[in-house]
């Protein structure tokens, strides 16, 4: 929160000049640690938006479960972490390290999340 609230924040990262048009910035809380995943040759950054009358914890076990398989599929980047913003309680973000795009698109289907395993609720929304 320290860097938010520096005066001059974003500007002073120097963002501005290296983005075309308007961008947005997300202040992620990770529940782990992320550096493997962005250290990694590909890294899959994915928004979950949680559907209406759903809440965080509703999110938590296929998330964990979901990371748990990722971890073993992409061991060397692992652990796969995701986090909600600061700026929306419904707004996942998703970090997940791979060795490179063929391997992430062999190894994960994404469908898992999308559905509460037990009722078979949607859960959220993906971009």
């Given at each position: 929160?320290?860097?938010?609230?520096?005066?001059?924040y974003?500007?002073?990262?120097g963002?501005?000049?290296?983005?075309?048009?308007?961008?947005?910035?997300?202040?992620?809380?990770?529940?782990?640690?992320?550096?493997?995943?962005?250290?990694?040759?590909?890294?899959?950054i994915?928004?979950?938006?949680?559907?209406?009358?759903?809440?965080?914890?509703?999110?938590?076990?296929?998330?964990?479960?979901?990371?748990?398989?990722?971890?073993?599929?992409?061991?060397?980047?692992a652990?796969?972490?995701?986090?909600?913003?600061?700026?929306?309680?419904?707004?996942?973000?998703?970090?997940?390290?791979?060795?490179?795009?063929?391997?992430?698109?062999?190894?994960?289907?994404?469908?898992?999340?999308?559905?509460?395993?037990?009722?078979?609720?949607?859960?959220?929304?993906?971009?």
């Amino acid at each position: 929160m320290v860097l938010i609230n520096r005066p001059g924040y974003p500007e002073f990262i120097g963002f501005g000049s290296s983005i075309d048009g308007e961008a947005s910035i997300k202040h992620v809380e990770f529940c782990k640690d992320f550096e493997r995943a962005l250290s990694a040759p590909v890294t899959e950054i994915l928004l979950l938006t949680i559907e209406e009358g759903k809440t965080g914890e509703d999110l938590d076990r296929p998330l964990q479960t979901l990371a748990e398989g990722i971890d073993k599929a992409s061991s060397k980047y692992a652990p796969a972490a995701w986090g909600v913003t600061l700026e929306s309680s419904r707004e996942y973000y998703t970090l997940v390290g791979w060795e490179s795009v063929k391997v992430s698109e062999i190894k994960v289907n994404f469908d898992l999340i999308l559905v509460d395993f037990a009722s078979g609720d949607r859960l959220i929304s993906m971009l």
